[in-house]
């Protein structure tokens, strides 16, 4: 039987070998891992700065949504308040307000009595946007007697076909001094605004309330309302709701220089 192989004793020289390998490898590890305290690499560098600017995004990011929420806020708040302003409101009154207006002269005349002489004819509309704007149209105005007996005449003008003015003149029933808000109320309004007041002559005041002091709708459309009475005297007073909504399209197409004959 052979005698089992046994390794070789190294030389020197081979000891010396292996021993300034392990030496490298422990210079290699240190340097990959620096001790505590020491100064970071670049590599610990960029991921610091990343951490830090994540940090300063999210400081930027709360400061400006806070600012903007406020400012969000702000505007709702304007925009509900003015949502939440009263509209004028018609009620009940001596005669239907809302089955007067917006309707063609075949609705209208059956709810009043006769014609009160003849009317009157034009081609042009005016409307207050707020400037006085002309435009083309079929106009034409009429009186009628009343057949509830609450008003000595009412007055319809009527622009391509539909009825877009009335006017209740001499409130029979009214008692008391006269008052513009007590005129609102007879012929069955209520209006939120307080109206622009205007004396055109020494005993003679108008109260006119426009589409922002008067928010009246009908039938979704805008009017404004104007009382006056010369005297203070309930016989010599008139209150009129007019159409004043803008300008459709074709309305817009067929605005005018103002005519030579002047309207209301």
Known sequence: MSRAHR?????????????SLGVVALLVLASACPAQGDAPKAG?????????????????????????????????????TKAAEPLGRVLDGPLPIASLLGKPPAEVQPLLSEPLGKGMVRTSCVRFLPERTWFSCQFATQRYGDRSGAYAAIAVEYSDGLSTAVAFEGPKNATGPFDARAALAYVGLDLPGEPKVENPDADAVVYAWFNAAARLLIDGRQYR??????????????????????????ERARVIERPTADAK
């Open 7 to 19: 390794p070789a004793p190294s030389s020197p020289s081979a000891r010396r070998l292996r021993a």
């Open 44 to 80: 610990d560098a960029k991921t610091s700065a990343g951490t830090n600017a994540g940090n300063t995004k999210t400081a930027g990011d709360t400061k400006t949504a806070g600012d903007t929420k406020t400012a969000g806020d702000t505007k709702t708040a304007v925009a509900d």
């Open 225 to 250: 309302v104007v009382v006056s009475s010369v005297g203070a005297d309930w016989a010599r007073t008139k209150i009129e709701v007019i159409l004043n909504d803008p300008l459709n399209e074709a």
